[in-house]
């Protein structure tokens, strides 16, 4: 099957050859025939797999297509859960509105609100955006959703793990009439609460799931070596990034603080090093992903803000230094290499502190790892027994208790007050049209951007 076999538009067609593709993936194959025909669709499928055109062809083509239903407000919305992931669509949408007379935009947390205010008023036709934004400039009355078209949300489940079920809720009620379509695409959708936003999101949807979520990735190696500590942790990676056979690398850690502390002593040892952490302002993580991209360090060092759709080909390592939190976070890190075909490789260290983690991503994966070792590197550990297993987890838990605690007391006091009629969405359908409110204050402004920051995280 080709892209040609589709009813779509010639100028569609010519972006596609251009950009050097021509045989859709399994996922694109599924889901352009039910997203083409204007029904409503809920599809997973693997990290890399070719998501992304799925859902950005046939938005171009309904647009293309098919007259508007309002002459201002914008014709699709495209949301992601974090800042990179939706910079990586708008990307790929620019090379397809390119050829077109169509206007895109990207709404994102940490970025300027009054220029993307402005933005919105030039009427664009496509706007690729974070939640927690598009959110705010609705309550601004900066955009209405009256005239939507399709509502397209890609790692739905990452969205409501970040706590947006209120804002995607609200973002419905906006644009809840009949002639809507909505897209819900996610590498994982076994996810309890994506049942629940998927019924008050989607009209009878159709399913399409391209292998389950825990199947192999024929493409990624995965490895797994026990630690003992941290200064062992440091001792493996060192030994492992000094191998030649891997091009760049992206190391995830548990916290922004280990991220910082990592690159430092990387850097110390010589290895070309980059550190994303989510506290960083936009522009400056901009201009890490990008000089990364370019091939300018070996390693990039991250929390969780870099494990979604990330598209970069030459990462052939990735290694967990910390174990991750959720199962699916590890499907998600693993997949940052593996991309379009290419070799990866994956290695985990798992530690006491992650052996609970690491049980949870075996279970996931219905996978029984065997631990390697490298010669002159030996570990001690070698996995908890059930009682032990328990004394860690609970001292674990006891930590992240306070740690919440002491984090939402911060956030409590510097949460700015939200309209409650906003939040529930009450009258966000009498809202009346293009009664546009002042922008909001400098002060107010910074909330704002601060909010979002930590939600896109
Ligand atoms: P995604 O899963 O959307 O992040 O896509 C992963 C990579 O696959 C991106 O670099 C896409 O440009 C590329 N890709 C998407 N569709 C195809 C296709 N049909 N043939 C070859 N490469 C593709």
Same mark, same amino acid.
């Given at each position: 099957?080709?892209?040609?076999?589709?009813?779509?538009?010639?100028?569609l067609?010519?972006?596609?050859?251009?950009?050097?593709?021509?045989?859709?993936?399994?996922i694109q194959?599924?889901?352009l025939?039910?997203?083409?025909?204007?029904?409503?669709?809920?599809?997973?499928?693997?990290?890399?797999s070719?998501?992304?055109?799925?859902?950005?062809?046939?938005?171009?083509?309904r647009?293309?297509?098919?007259?508007?239903?309002?002459?201002?407000?914008?014709?699709?919305?495209?949301?992601?859960?974090?800042?990179e992931?939706?910079?990586?669509?708008?990307?790929?949408?620019?090379?397809?509105?390119?050829?077109?007379?169509?206007?895109?935009?990207?709404?994102?947390?940490?970025?300027n609100?009054?220029d993307?205010?402005k933005?919105l008023?030039?009427?664009?036709?496509?706007?690729?955006?974070?939640?927690?934004?598009?959110?705010d400039?609705?309550q601004?009355?900066h955009?209405?959703?009256?005239?939507?078209e399709?509502?397209?949300?890609?790692?739905?489940d990452?969205?409501?793990?970040?706590?947006?079920?209120?804002q995607?809720? /609200?973002?419905?009620? /906006?644009?809840?009439?009949?002639?809507?379509?909505?897209?819900?695409?996610?590498?994982?959708?076994?996810?309890?609460?994506?049942n629940?936003?998927?019924?008050?999101?989607?009209?009878?949807?159709?399913?399409?799931?391209?292998?389950?979520?825990?199947?192999?990735?024929?493409?990624?190696e995965?490895k797994?070596?026990?630690?003992?500590?941290?200064?062992?942790?440091q001792?493996?990676l060192?030994?492992?990034?000094k191998?030649?056979?891997?091009?760049q690398?992206?190391?995830?850690?548990?916290?922004r603080?280990?991220?910082?502390r990592?690159?430092?002593l990387l850097?110390?040892?010589?290895? &070309?090093t980059?550190?994303l952490?989510?506290?960083?302002?936009?522009?400056?993580?901009?201009?890490?992903?990008?000089?990364?991209?370019?091939?300018?360090?070996?390693?990039l060092?991250?929390?969780?803000?870099?494990?979604?759709?990330?598209?970069?080909?030459?990462v052939?390592?990735?290694v967990?230094?910390?174990?991750?939190?959720?199962?699916e976070?590890?499907?998600?890190?693993?997949?940052?290499?593996?991309?379009?075909?290419?070799?990866?490789?994956a290695? &985990?260290?798992?530690?006491?502190?992650?052996?609970?983690?690491?049980?949870?991503?075996q279970t996931?994966?219905?996978?029984?790892?065997n631990?390697?070792?490298?010669?002159?590197?030996?570990?001690k550990f070698s996995?908890?027994?059930?009682k /032990?297993?328990?004394?860690?987890?609970?001292?674990?838990?006891?930590?992240a208790?306070?740690?919440?605690?002491?984090?939402s007391?911060?956030?409590?006091?510097?949460?700015?007050?939200r309209?409650?009629?906003?939040?529930?969405?009450?009258?966000?359908?009498?809202?009346?049209?293009?009664?546009?409110?002042?922008?909001?204050?400098?002060?107010e402004?910074?909330?704002?951007?601060?909010?979002?920051?930590?939600?896109?995280?």
């Amino acid at each position: 099957m080709q892209f040609t076999d589709f009813s779509l538009d010639k100028r569609l067609l010519d972006s596609l050859k251009h950009m050097g593709i021509s045989t859709p993936t399994e996922i694109q194959q599924q889901a352009l025939p039910i997203a083409l025909a204007g029904k409503d669709l809920m599809a997973s499928s693997k990290t890399g797999s070719g998501k992304t055109l799925a859902f950005l062809l046939p938005a171009m083509q309904r647009i293309i297509s098919s007259r508007p239903l309002s002459k201002k407000d914008p014709r699709v919305l495209i949301l992601l859960p974090t800042r990179e992931l939706a910079q990586q669509v708008y990307g790929q949408l620019r090379l397809l509105v390119a050829n077109t007379q169509y206007k895109a935009i990207s709404v994102l947390g940490g970025e300027n609100f009054n220029d993307q205010a402005k933005a919105l008023s030039r009427d664009p036709h496509f706007i690729v955006a974070t939640p927690g934004r598009i959110a705010d400039h609705l309550q601004q009355r900066h955009l209405f959703l009256n005239g939507l078209e399709l509502l397209i949300l890609d790692e739905a489940d990452r969205m409501l793990d970040l706590g947006f079920a209120e804002q995607l809720k /609200a973002i419905n009620v /906006a644009a809840d009439h009949k002639r809507r379509q909505t897209l819900m695409f996610s590498a994982t959708l076994d996810h309890d609460s994506i049942n629940d936003i998927a019924t008050t999101l989607l009209n009878n949807p159709s399913h399409v799931a391209i292998g389950a979520s825990y199947a192999e990735h024929k493409d990624i190696e995965q490895k797994v070596f026990f630690a003992d500590h941290l200064d062992h942790k440091q001792a493996l990676l060192s030994h492992i990034l000094k191998q030649p056979e891997h091009k760049q690398t992206i190391v995830f850690t548990a916290t922004r603080a280990d991220t910082d502390r990592l690159a430092t002593l990387l850097a110390e040892q010589g290895f &070309s090093t980059a550190a994303l952490s989510g506290d960083l302002k936009q522009s400056a993580r901009n201009q890490i992903m990008d000089q990364f991209s370019r091939g300018q360090q070996q390693v990039l060092i991250t929390t969780d803000v870099a494990s979604r759709g990330l598209d970069l080909v030459n990462v052939s390592l990735v290694v967990n230094f910390d174990m991750p939190k959720f199962a699916e976070e590890y499907v998600h890190r693993i997949g940052r290499t593996g991309r379009a075909g290419a070799k990866g490789v994956a290695i &985990s260290f798992v530690g006491p502190k992650d052996w609970q983690n690491f049980l949870q991503v075996q279970t996931f994966l219905r996978k029984n790892f065997n631990f390697s070792t490298i010669d002159g590197l030996p570990a001690k550990f070698s996995g908890l027994s059930a009682k /032990a297993d328990k004394a860690v987890g609970h001292k674990v838990a006891a930590k992240a208790k306070a740690k919440t605690k002491a984090k939402s007391a911060v956030k409590a006091k510097a949460a700015p007050k939200r309209d409650k009629r906003f939040i529930t969405g009450v009258d966000i359908g009498d809202a009346p049209m293009r009664r546009k409110a002042k922008p909001t204050a400098i002060v107010e402004q910074d909330i704002f951007d601060k909010n979002s920051q930590d939600l896109d995280d």
